[in-house]
């Protein structure tokens, strides 16, 4: 007898479009699926906000009997400061007069009875990258949006990337018109690097599979 092809866990798909948070529910959807279909191994996420995308990683990562580890100082990218387009007043801890995203993204992935599967690492990810040795079979860059951070998360995890594991990055804008152009300029470097080949995304989502020699 066959065995049941592995699907996306329905509720936790739901739980995301209905989360906070800045993913559209068609690129959270291909987020999903491309974790879904990639080799054995750990899915990682750099830039977790409120929960939303990671939400999206969890469906998969439940149907592949794995694990999401999210990782995210959770002060907020650039965009989320005070006098920034994207700046919510309500998640200012008034303690320490700062961004603190912790709280709301704990809330999200509880509700959503995602705990078993979400491991969350509060630090900056470089720092954390140094510490991590495991193979990843997805690495997912969302975090701050600067050239700087942008290259910084690019050139700190991607030596983690197993052969044969996919490279998702969001917000990629070809046009500077419809936004920020460092996502778009680290998804060039990779893809220029000829150590990928580009896979079908979705929207700003961008997804590229590492060559298994590079």
């Known amino acids: 007898m066959l065995s049941s092809p592995i699907v996306l866990d329905q509720e936790l798909l739901t739980a995301a479009a209905e989360a906070d948070g800045f993913m559209p529910a068609d690129e959270g ?11 054995a191994g750990p899915i990682l996420e750099v830039g977790s906000y409120l929960g939303k995308s990671t939400l999206y990683l969890a469906a998969a990562a439940r149907a592949r009997g794995g694990k999401v580890v999210t990782v995210d100082h959770h002060r907020g990218s650039e965009e989320h400061q005070v006098g920034w387009e994207y700046h919510d007043p309500g998640l200012v801890d008034p303690a320490v007069g700062k961004i603190d995203t912790l709280p709301g993204f704990r809330r999200t992935i509880a509700l959503a009875g995602a705990e078993d599967v979400v491991v969350a690492v509060v630090t900056r990810a470089e720092d954390f990258a140094g510490l991590w040795s495991t193979p990843l079979a997805l690495l997912f860059l969302d975090g701050s949006h600067t050239d700087e951070s942008a290259q910084r998360d690019l050139d700190s995890w991607t030596p983690h990337l197993a ?9 990629v804008f070809p046009d500077p018109a ?4 460092a996502p778009y300029r680290i998804y060039r470097k990779a893809l220029d690097s000829g150590g ?3 896979l079908t995304g979705r929207g700003s989502l961008r997804l590229l599979r590492r060559h298994p020699a590079s």
């Open 163 to 171: 052969p044969g594991g996919v490279l998702a990055i969001h917000d």
């Open 29 to 39: 959807r291909a987020l999903a699926e491309a974790a879904l279909a990639a080799p």
């Open 178 to 181: 419809d936004g920020g152009q």
């Open 196 to 198: 990928y080949t580009e």
